[in-house]
Nanobody
């Protein structure tokens, strides 16, 4: 199983970035896909999730600015990030989770760095 993130980089406050996470080795459509982030000295936090049926949820801190989407043909999940703030600076990680049938399958990507700075 591989989850490969891309699209991170340096952007000015107010700018946009689009992250991608390409999955292989799993039946992608059966997994809930999420983006997490971890800033230096902080715990990893959930940013956004999209479930196999297409429902989404977001952390309050990114609602209205970030959009998660998935392409079950390309086996890819995306995170469109707009109106970026310095506090969005973090390493962003892709997660694939399937809770049923047993056993639980939980996979992580290697992360991509997002830096928001002028």
């Amino acid at each position: 199983v591989q989850l490969v993130e891309s699209g991170g980089g340096l952007v000015q406050p107010g700018g946009s970035l689009k992250l991608s996470c390409a999955a292989s080795g799993i039946i992608f459509s059966g997994y809930a896909m999420s983006w997490y982030r971890q800033a230096p000295g902080k715990q990893r936090e959930l940013v956004a999730s999209i479930f196999s049926g297409g429902a989404t949820n977001y952390a309050d801190s990114v609602k209205g600015r970030f959009t998660i989407s998935r392409d079950n043909v390309k086996n890819t999940v995306y995170l469109q990030m707009n109106s970026l703030k310095p506090e969005d600076t973090a390493a962003y990680y892709c997660n694939a989770l399937r809770k049923s049938p047993w056993p639980i399958r939980d996979y992580w990507g290697q992360g991509t760095q997002v830096t928001v700075s002028s």
